[in-house]
C-alpha cells in the first residue's frame, strides 16, 4: 500500500470520528414483525395482580393464626415488603432495551437490583460484627470465620517425587471454578461484545490477582494457573464460544411469528425455543479510540466492570462467606442478568447522540459496585490498605505512565500533525498525478499505466 493511500485513509478516519458505530435512527424507526406480543402472557395484568395481592393481605390480617414471636413476625414483614416492592415494580416500571423471553423478567432483575442496593446500604451503616451476625439470618451457618485457599504452593507441572501422580499439581487446581471461568466468560462475552475488550479485561484481572495476592490468599496462583489455565484456556475458549455465538446472533434472521399460526410441531417448539434468544440484535462497536471521551468512557467501562469482579472476592473474605456459598451464586446471577441489561444501555448512552440520559439499570448497578467496595472499605481498611510489593508498584507505575504518555500522543500531538501530515501528502499527490517522485534529491519519472 503506498503512502499516498495511507495519509487519504488517515484523512479519512479523522473525518468519520464522529459518526456513530450503529444505526440508531434505522433501529428506532425498524418495525419488527412480532404478532404475538398482544396476547394474554403480554399484558401488565394490573387490576388481577391488584386483586391477588388484596385476597393475600386480608388472609394475613383476618383468617390466619397470630404469632407472639417477635423475630419471626419481623423477618415475614420484611420479606412481605421486599415480595410486594418487586411485584409493584415488575407490573408498573417501564419496560427497559430486552423484550425475552418477556419484559417483566427484566423489571424484575431491576427491582431485585435495587433491593440488593438498599441491602447493601443497611449493612454500610452497621458494625462489622453485626454485618457478619446479619448474614446468619440468611444461613444460620455464616457468621463463622473463614480459612482462604491459597492456589500456589507447588507449582511444578510435573513433580517426579510422586511417580504414581506425577501431575497432582495440575489436577488440584482443577475444581468447580473451572467450568465457572470458562461459562462465565462465555456469558461475559455476550454481554460486552467485543473481543478486544474481554481478553484486555480478562488479562488485567490476571495481572490484578498478581497485584493484591499479599491481601488475599485465594490470589496466590501459580504461573501456568494464571496464564494457561485461566487467561488462555478457560477465558480464551469462553471468549472464542462468545464470538461465536455472536456472530451467529448477529447473522440470524429476525422475524416473529405467533406460535398459533406455525403449523407444524417442529416449528413450534423451535419457536419456543427462541422465545429465549433475543428479540433483535445490535452489534456492539466500542471504538475507543474515536474520540477522547469515548477512549475515557471505555477505561471507565473497564475499571467499573474489574472493580465489580474484584469485590466477589473481597466480599466473601470481609463478611465470611464460603467461595461455593449459594450467596455468591445469586449475586453473580444477578450480575449477568443486570450487566447484560447495563452494559446496552451504557452503549447506547456513548453511541447514540440523541440519548440524553443514564441508563436506570446503569445507574443502579454503578452505585450497587461503589457500595460493595464501600462496605469493603470500611470492614476491611487494614486488607485493603496493605502496602503494594515494590516491584508490583514500580510496574503499575510504569504501566499508567505508558498509558498516559500513548493518551497524550494519540489525542494531542498525533492530531497536530496530522494536517502537516496531510500538506505534505497534498504535495506528493500533485507530483505523482504528473508521474513525478522525489528519490534520492533527483527527479525521476514514475511508471504509469
Known amino acids: 500500500m503506498s503512502p499516498l493511500k495511507n495519509y487519504d485513509e488517515m484523512g479519512e478516519t479523522e473525518s468519520n470520528r464522529l459518526q456513530t458505530a450503529h444505526d440508531w435512527e434505522s433501529y428506532k424507526n425498524k418495525d419488527f414483525y412480532d404478532d404475538g406480543t398482544m396476547t394474554f402472557f403480554w399484558r401488565a395484568h394490573t387490576l388481577t395482580v391488584l386483586f391477588l395481592l388484596t385476597c393475600v393481605l386480608i388472609y394475613v390480617a383476618i383468617f390466619e393464626d397470630e404469632n407472639m414471636d417477635v423475630g419471626y413476625n419481623t423477618k415475614r414483614g420484611i420479606v412481605a415488603c421486599v415480595l410486594v416492592f418487586i411485584l409493584l415494580g415488575a407490573i408498573q416500571t417501564p419496560d427497559g432495551p430486552f423484550r425475552r423471553p418477556h419484559p417483566v423478567i427484566w423489571r424484575l432483575v431491576f427491582c431485585v437490583t435495587i433491593v440488593y442496593e438498599l441491602s447493601l446500604i443497611f449493612i454500610l451503616f452497621q458494625a462489622v460484627g453485626d454485618a457478619r451476625h446479619l448474614m446468619t439470618h440468611l444461613d444460620r451457618h455464616l457468621g463463622r470465620s473463614l480459612g482462604e485457599k491459597d492456589y500456589g504452593g507447588n507449582c511444578n507441572v510435573y513433580d517426579g517425587d510422586r511417580p504414581g501422580d506425577p501431575f497432582h499439581n495440575v489436577w488440584d487446581k482443577f475444581d468447580a471454578f473451572v467450568p ?28 490484578l490477582e498478581y497485584t493484591l495476592e499479599h491481601q488475599l490468599p485465594n490470589f496466590s496462583e501459580c504461573w501456568w494457573d494464571h496464564w494457561i489455565m485461566d487467561a488462555l484456556v478457560c477465558n480464551g475458549l469462553g471468549i472464542y464460544l462468545g464470538m461465536k455465538t455472536l456472530q451467529y446472533f448477529s447473522m440470524k434472521p429476525y422475524h416473529w411469528r405467533s406460535l398459533w399460526k406455525i403449523p407444524t410441531y417442529k416449528g413450534k417448539l423451535q419457536r419456543i425455543i427462541a422465545q429465549f434468544g433475543p428479540h433483535s440484535w445490535i452489534d456492539f462497536d466500542w471504538k475507543p479510540t474515536s474520540s477522547l471521551t469515548r477512549w475515557f468512557s471505555t477505561i471507565l467501562v473497564t475499571f467499573i466492570f474489574l472493580l465489580a469482579e474484584l469485590n466477589t472476592f473481597y466480599l466473601k473474605f470481609i463478611l465470611w462467606v464460603p467461595p461455593a456459598h449459594y ?18 444501555e451504557t452503549f447506547q448512552y456513548l453511541d447514540d447522540p440523541e ?79 504528473n508521474g513525478i517522485s522525489l528519490k534520492n534529491g533527483s527527479h525521476s519519472r514514475l511508471k504509469t499505466d
Request: a positive charge; glycine letters at 6%; aromatic letters at 20%.
Open 180 to 207: 465457572t471461568h470458562f461459562f462465565g466468560w462465555w456469558l461475559k462475552t455476550l454481554i460486552i461484545r467485543d473481543w478486544w475488550l474481554c481478553t484486555v479485561m480478562s488479562i488485567m484481572f490476571e495481572i
Open 327 to 344: 450467596l455468591n451464586l445469586v449475586r453473580l446471577f444477578i450480575f449477568l442478568l443486570a450487566g447484560a441489561v447495563s452494559m446496552r
Open 355 to 433: 440519548c440524553k440520559q443514564f441508563g436506570r439499570q446503569s445507574w443502579v448497578l454503578v452505585s450497587i459496585i461503589i457500595t460493595e467496595f464501600l462496605i469493603i472499605a470500611k470492614f476491611g481498611w487494614n486488607t485493603i490498605t496493605l502496602p503494594l510489593p515494590t516491584h508490583v508498584a514500580i510496574f503499575w507505575m510504569i504501566g499508567l505512565l505508558a498509558l498516559f504518555i500513548w493518551t497524550l500522543w494519540y489525542f494531542f500531538v498525533r492530531e497536530k500533525l496530522l494536517p502537516s501530515f496531510r500538506k505534505g501528502s497534498g504535495f506528493f499527490r500533485s507530483k505523482a498525478k
